[in-house]
């Protein structure tokens, strides 16, 4: 088997990589806004008397779900969207806002591949699936940004990604 030399799309030194106490600081804003998306889920079911009275999440083929006046295959459903809504959340916000999501925007860092001009839609569900794999072990694929010379996550290696820092735009 032949292996091809894949080339980085960014060689220079055109970017500022992004530390880590800013990219920890969105991925709590991040968790914080998926809070409140299964908070306003929540409220709109008691809006239809289908009130939830258990959601335990604890992976994403591992959800609890109890709720009175529900069919069972609401109930399966409910299952897994709150099991895959994190990783819903990361991919679409990766997708559609060119590498950023809502913590990373007020913070202004911003995800980058390596090898692509853009963030393609595979990327950015590699990425967000290696969210969990990052949390593995007691969240070593967090820490290895530590000691990484690029601040390479396990999803960053995963995704192919990095994570910059925007420059600040200078007013007139």
């Known amino acids: 088997m032949n292996y091809n030399i894949r080339h980085e799309f960014h060689q220079d030194n055109e970017f500022v990589l992004a530390t880590i106490r ?3 600081v969105a991925f709590l804003i991040d968790w914080f806004i998926l809070i409140l998306i299964f908070i306003c889920m929540i409220l709109l079911f008691a809006v239809f008397d289908m009130n939830l009275s258990k959601i335990n ?3 994403i083929f591992d959800v609890e779900v109890e709720m009175n006046n529900a069919p069972s295959w609401l109930i399966t459903f409910l299952k897994f969207l709150f099991g895959l809504m994190p990783v819903l959340y990361f991919t679409m916000s990766f997708y559609f806002f060119q590498g950023q999501t809502i ?3 007020f913070l202004r860092i911003k995800v980058l591949s390596l090898y692509h001009e853009h963030l393609g839609l595979w990327h950015c569900i590699e990425r967000s699936l290696g969210y969990f794999a990052s949390a593995l072990e ?9 000691w990484n010379p690029n601040r390479m996550t396990l999803h960053d290696k995963i995704g192919e990604t990095i994570v910059i820092e925007l420059p600040v735009k200078k007013q007139l």
């Open 57 to 59: 999440v604890h992976g």
């Open 103 to 105: 913590g990373k925007y």
């Open 22 to 24: 800013k990219r920890f």
């Open 138 to 146: 007691f969240g070593f694929g967090y820490i290895q940004a530590l």
